[in-house]
């Protein structure tokens, strides 16, 4: 079945900089695009970036433009997310996603924390 293993959160300092990373297993990686999404307590979650199956293409939310940037490796089927200039408002529970068919399938997230 499909698997997704986040890791790589923590606490860090504003303006700091963390590299989150998503192990996905049980599907055929290379032909799926995948997601970060993140949610903070008491919010909805939010979609925070997306690349395509190849990695050619990415999308981002407005508020992590220019500051976050999402990567994958097809031959080791992970999914990056390097995260810089990192803000308070940053701070939520970090999620991997991919969509097979019509099942939404999550990992189990990471915890960000930004603060002084």
């Known amino acids: 079945q499909v698997q997704l293993v986040e890791s790589g959160g923590g606490l860090v300092q504003p303006g700091g900089s963390l590299r989150l990373s998503c192990a996905a297993s049980?599907?055929?990686?290379?032909?799926?695009?995948m997601r970060w999404y993140r949610q903070a307590e008491g919010k909805e979650r939010e979609l925070v970036a997306f690349?395509?199956?190849?990695?050619?293409?990415?999308t981002y939310a407005d508020s992590v433009k220019g500051r976050f940037t999402i990567s994958r490796d097809n031959a080791k089927n992970t999914v990056s997310l390097q995260m810089n200039s990192l803000k308070p408002e940053d701070t939520a529970v970090y999620y991997c996603?991919?969509?097979?068919?019509?099942?939404?399938?999550w990992g189990q997230g990471t915890q960000v924390t930004v603060s002084s």
């Open positions: 690349i395509s199956s190849g990695g050619g293409f990415t």
């Open positions: 996603n991919v969509k097979t068919g019509s099942t939404v399938n």
């Open positions: 049980g599907f055929t990686f290379v032909n799926y695009a």
